[in-house]
């Protein structure tokens, strides 16, 4: 069956790093639409980054914008999340998603994305 994994999470300090790794099996996504989200507790679900199929669309949410940087590697059927300068609003868990359907219904949606990891926790201290 077709498993997203993340991977990388932990405890940091604010300013600190961490990157986050989301391994796809089952099926190749090399042609889909793949995206970081995060939830944090009490708060629903938001974007944070997508990239295109070839790498070279990206866009990013206002918060993480200059500090995150989402990048894949079709080869190994992964996609990964940069974190640089992090801050205790960074705290939360870390989705990967992967848009199989292409719908167009928006890469910042949620709604656009049809398979999920089960997330990985990130945690920064002040």
């Known amino acids: 069956q077709v498993q997203l994994v993340e991977s990388g999470g932990g405890l940091v300090q604010a300013g600190g790093s961490l990157r986050l790794a989301c391994a796809a099996s089952?099926?190749?996504?090399?042609?889909?639409?793949l995206a970081w989200f995060r939830q944090a507790p009490g708060k629903e679900r938001e974007f944070v980054a997508f990239?295109?199929?070839?790498?070279?669309?990206?866009g990013y949410a206002d918060s993480v914008k200059d500090r995150f940087t989402i990048s894949r590697d079709n080869a190994k059927n992964t996609v990964y999340l940069q974190m640089n300068s992090l801050k205790p609003e960074d705290t939360a868990v870390y989705y990967c998603a992967a848009d199989s359907l292409l719908r167009g219904l928006g890469a910042r949606s949620a709604r656009n994305y049809d398979y999920w990891g089960h997330g990985t926790q990130v945690t920064v201290s002040s």
């Open positions: 990239i295109a199929w070839s790498g070279y669309s990206t």
């Open positions: 089952g099926r190749s996504f090399s042609r889909n639409p």
